[in-house]
Nanobody, 119 residues
Framework: QVQLVEFGGGLVQPGGTLRLSCAATTRTLRLERMGWYRQAPGKQRELVAWITSGGSTNLPDSMKGRCFISRDGAKNTVELQIDSLAPEDTAVYYC?????????????WGRGTQVTVSS
């Protein structure tokens, strides 16, 4: 069973930069897609960004221009950077991975890391 471990988060000042990283507990199993979702209080979980093993990315329009995602395929790690943070970015951020052969159709989720944007 693949597991994901998130690093980073905490309190960040408005206008600052958030950096999160996530590592899968396996380096040998292929993970086609890795990425991040977030869930703010009282809201549904939403996509932040994901990246495929080939480097293709998917970000909602609201994140384009200030959100950057990268991965190390050999290590099965994924990094997220969000610039120009605002209080609306406050949420629990979840790492996510999916592969048709190695995670099942639902994929796997990390436990989440709290990000609070406040002065």
């Amino acid at each position: 069973q693949v597991q994901l471990v998130e690093f980073g988060g905490g309190l960040v000042q408005p206008g600052g930069t958030l950096r999160l990283s996530c590592a899968a507990t396996t380096r040998t199993l292929r993970l086609e897609r890795m990425g991040w979702y977030r869930q703010a209080p009282g809201k549904q979980r939403e996509l932040v960004a994901w990246i495929t093993s080939g480097g293709s990315t998917n970000l909602p329009d609201s994140m384009k221009g200030r959100c950057f995602i990268s991965r190390d395929g050999a290590k099965n790690t994924v990094e997220l950077q969000i610039d120009s943070l605002a209080p609306e970015d406050t949420a629990v951020y979840y790492c996510y991975a999916w592969d048709p052969q190695n995670t099942g159709s639902a994929g796997v989720w990390g436990r989440g890391t709290q990000v609070t944007v406040s002065s």
